[in-house]
Each structure stands twice: as C-alpha cells, then as structure tokens.
C-alpha cells in the first residue's frame, strides 16, 4: 500500500514504533492483557517507512497478517520484554514511538505449571504489582534532537473530559508529542475510524488528526517531521 521512498522527507532517519499489547503471564497458558491489535503501530511504521525512514518495529503479540513490509520486526510479549528493547534503542534513534498498549500491571508470581482449580471451590486471588513507565522513561532520558512521542488512550468520567486527562497525561509523561485517543463506544480499538488530538509535553493543543489508522499515523508523521526539523 505505501511505496518506499529513499530520498523521502523522513530519510535517513532511525524510527521505532512500539505496538500492539503486552501481555503479562500467570502460567504456561494463561496471561493478563489488552485488545490492542497493533493497527495503529503498524500503520505508522507503514508511513515512516514509505517517507523514507529505517523502520523498526516492536511487535507486542500483532497478528503477522498486520505487520508491514519494509520495516525490521521485533517481536516481544510482556512488558519486562517492551521495556528492554525500547530502552536499548533509545541510544540511536531519531524518533521513539509508543503507540503499544502496555500492561499497567503484572502478576507477582508466574505459575511454572498450570494452575488448577481447588477440590473446595476457594479461589486465589492475583497479586498484582505496578510495571514501569516506558514512555516517561524514554522521555526522562532524551537526547538532544530526539523525538518522543506517546498515545494516550481515554474515556472521559466524573473527574473529567477525554481532553482533560489527556493534558494530565501529556504533562505527566514528558513526552515531545501525546496523541489522544478517545476510546469505548466504537472508537480507538479494531478497525474503525478514530479522532486524535496531538498534544505537546505542557498540554497544549498543536493537531487534530481524524480517519482512518493510515491517516491519523499520516497527520502525526507531519507533526513529528516538523519537530525532526527545528
Ligand atoms: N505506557 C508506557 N508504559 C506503561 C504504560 C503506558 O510506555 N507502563 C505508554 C503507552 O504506550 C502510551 C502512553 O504511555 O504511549 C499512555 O498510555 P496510557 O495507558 O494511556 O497511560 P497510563 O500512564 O498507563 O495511564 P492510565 O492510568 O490512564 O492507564
Ligand atoms: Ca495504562
């Protein structure tokens, strides 16, 4: 769908898209995690490839129909995995992209072999402990000229407004770019067509992309690139 394009406005530059969802196991068979297909991530790393960027993407359990031509795959599972190989890219790439739903949480003990049901009925309950921020991480970490840039998936509440918390978010994380994502009622998850509101690291408003996941990741390159130029 997207030719490659050496010379392109991205070319030369080092791209590594994170998506898809982690997931974090309780046993051999069974795992805490997300319904993110990784249509967003692969759709990005899609057209950072097609303008000429060196495309890698970090593939957290994508179906292999979706992932793209023309990028360098690298396949992960929990977040523990995510977490490593992102950071070790940190070092040399242009632009870090998170677009990966990454577990929020993980069991503290994974079960060696399968867990069985008890004779009497009782249930165990999962103790569960924090994963690390990636993205604050990276962001924490940046390199002068580096781009860094996060998806913040949201459903407004009493405490506020989808765009509310994406301000919040984009604040807390530290990010270059947070692009927010309004999610539930038919949006955000699957293949359907979403709204994006790119926000920069203080909150402020500086895009809205809407259509489908190659337009949005279209939209969003155009922002990044400008970045990449200043
Ligand atoms: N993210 C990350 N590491 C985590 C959690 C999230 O790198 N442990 C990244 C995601 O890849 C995404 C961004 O942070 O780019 C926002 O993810 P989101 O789940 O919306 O944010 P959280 O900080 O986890 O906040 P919430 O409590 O709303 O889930
Ligand atoms: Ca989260």
């Not at 030719?3 to 898209?17: C, D, E, M, T």
């Not at 003990?109 to 994963?131: C, F, M, R, W, Y």
């Amino acid at each position: 769908r997207f030719a490659a394009s050496h010379g392109g406005p991205l070319s030369g530059r080092r791209v590594v898209v994170s998506a898809g969802g982690t997931r974090e196991p309780l046993d051999p068979v069974r795992f805490i995690g997300n319904r993110s297909s990784g249509r967003q991530g692969a759709a990005l790393a899609a057209v950072a490839a097609a303008r000429g960027a060196d495309v890698e993407l970090v593939a957290a359990n994508v179906d292999a129909a979706l992932l793209p031509d023309g990028v360098r795959v690298t396949a992960v599972e929990t977040t523990a995995e995510l977490h490593d190989v992102m950071t070790a890219r940190a070092g040399t790439a242009d632009v870090l992209v998170m677009a990966a739903a990454v577990a929020d949480f993980r069991p503290v003990h994974t079960a060696a072999s399968k867990t069985k049901k008890n004779d009497d009925g009782s249930v165990a309950p999962i103790e569960l402990t924090q994963n690390p921020d990636i993205l604050a991480t990276l962001a924490a970490g940046r390199r002068r000229g580096q781009v860094i840039v996060g998806f913040g998936a949201e459903t407004g509440d009493a405490g506020g407004s989808v765009l509310d918390h994406g301000r919040a978010k984009a604040r807390r994380k530290g990010a270059d770019l947070l692009a927010v994502n309004q999610v539930g009622v038919g949006q955000g998850f699957g293949d359907v067509p979403n709204q994006v509101v790119v926000l920069d690291g203080s909150g402020t408003e500086v895009a809205t992309v809407a259509g489908s996941k190659a337009e949005v990741a279209a939209g969003l390159w155009d922002v990044i690139a400008e970045l990449l130029r200043d």
